[in-house]
């Protein structure tokens, strides 16, 4: 329920002049401001009805006692946006900061100029707190497959009411934001970043060969002073000898690893080429990195309480939480492999685990028969016996192979015939196949090639995504599963029967894709943008609109279930 209106106010707009509700309901109907930058309010018209409905349509912010200190606060709100990692140009800051003593001055019965000030406030403070709840673009516009919202859990109108009658209005991004503990992290890091970026000196290494322990360098004390300021090197108390010494020392090199494993290298304490090209990311572009991760935060819908799985693309790394919404609660964490950078990327998406394949059969997409198998298959008519595959009609268990002939090789160009690998040692797949049903037909898998998980760059798939360590991932999934355990697992995953096992509780699977992200240990840390993902949102960001309600729900005609208190 809302918070009741204060008599003072409500006898303020009861006393009003009508020619406010006309000129404000005309400003409303047509769904244009000539004091905004971003003049169409099309897609926030509802909540700007709505907002002034409460008030039987008179003025919200002017012609009261309180209206240059409510206005104040409203504005330093929409000053101060870039705290969240938003841009206080969007909300028309400079125009409604220079147009207020005007309006403060403004005769009682100027009605259209009243009307208009406090109109533009109102929706550029709804525009404020919509990006800051719900985000900027479109998630998928820009194919990132994440779930539509099933209903509007907020009530942004309602809230800027509430706090404005209650004298809150310094509280109301407190009850928009996101409460994820990720999101508040990053909001908090950028800050820091924000001022490293402003006042810390500027640094550039420049290493022509590979730097080591116990070389020398001219830019020591300069890299030591930058390891320093991020806090990847304690403050360093010894003798003024330090900061003048060339030497690149076992101290300065546990800071430079520390730094390497924040920013998805090889952490060995020897500056080369790709430690060079991180150590010189201007501060800016970090700032510009977490922004961005705290946008993509804000498109997820409410996540429920309970175990769930997250992959994040670029990280190459998975985590496994017992209950995602609790800060303390056991985390599994391991290596991924994901799809390559410039062919098979891993798709961004939001599906349910629903059961678990041991010794799963490969059956083999026809765009990897056609590019990759038939050509081998044309060269060696024994390639498919050579790699425990075979022909088959149908993906399914107990089908009898096709044998290879000429007829069938032409039915498998036409793609009337399939290719599966069967379970063994060669199988792509494994011994293990986690299974959450998605339009792109991705999976977590296991592999035979251990190998690639030694690399500090991992996107080596077909799209799918490779686990480090299957069986602790099977035994998360299957914890409360009746007869399972390490043992029975493990067991499944050396028996050459295959057999699938349906999940009692399906468990969200989220594939993400962020460049900026705190890991379970509370290190912030980033990794280069191997899909353009970031580039493209900035993109998107560049051309500033309203987000319709119609793009985050399945239905925008459900009331709000719960509203912030």
Known sequence: MGFPIQASLAEETANQEPGITQEITAIITA??????????????TEDLESLYKMSNHQLLWLGNPDAEKNINEALGLLENAA??????????????????????????????????????????????????????????????NLKLREKK???LPLLIKNNLVQNTLAQLPLSVEPTLKQYQKLKQALASYRELAANAPSFKLDVKETLRPKNSHPQIAELRRFLTILGDLPEDTTANNAEKSSLYTDAIANGVKKFQKRHGLNADGHIGKSTVIALNVPLSQRVTQIELAMERLRWLPELNAGASIIVNIPAFQLWAFDDINQPDANIVNMRVVVGKALKTQTPVLM????????????????????????????????????????MVSVFRDAENPTELSEETMNLLKDGK?????????????????????????????????????????????????????????????LRDQDNWNAETIQQAMNTPKTQRVILKKPIPVLFFYTTAFFDQYDNLEFYPDIYGHDAVLLGALSKPDDLSDQSLFVSTNTAPEALVK
């Not at 769904?31 to 926030?44: A, E, G």
């Not at 003593?101 to 403070?125: C, V, W």
């Not at 709804?126 to 998928?140: A, E």
């Not at 081998?376 to 390639?383: H, S, T, V």
């Open 83 to 144: 705290i969240h990692g938003l841009n206080p140009n969007n909300y028309d800051t400079a125009t409604l900061r220079q147009k207020l003593q005007f309006a403060l001055k403004f005769k009682p019965d100027s009605y259209q100029e009243l009307a208009l000030y406090d109109t533009a406030l109102s929706i550029s403070l709804l525009r404020f707190v919509h990006d800051l709840h719900y985000g900027r673009v479109n998630p998928q516009g820009i194919n990132f």
């Open 351 to 390: 599906a349910e685990m629903h059961f678990i394949d041991f010794m799963p059969y490969w059956n083999v997409p026809y765009s990897i028969i056609k590019n990759e198998l038939l050509p081998k298959l044309i060269q060696n008519n024994n390639y498919l016996n050579k790699e425990n595959m075979e």
């Open 417 to 477: 015939l399939r290719i599966r690998q069967r379970p063994g040692g060669k199988n792509a797949l494994g011994r293990v196949k986690f299974i959450f049903p998605n339009k792109d037909d991705v999976y977590l898998h296991d592999t035979p090639s251990n190998a690639l998980f030694s690399k500090s760059r991992r996107d080596f798939s077909h799209g799918c995504v490779r686990v480090a360590n299957p069986q602790q991932l099977a035994e998360f999934a």
């Open 31 to 44: 769904k244009q401001h000539p004091y905004l930058m971003l003049s169409n309010f099309q897609n926030r």
């Open 153 to 155: 859990l907020i009530d």
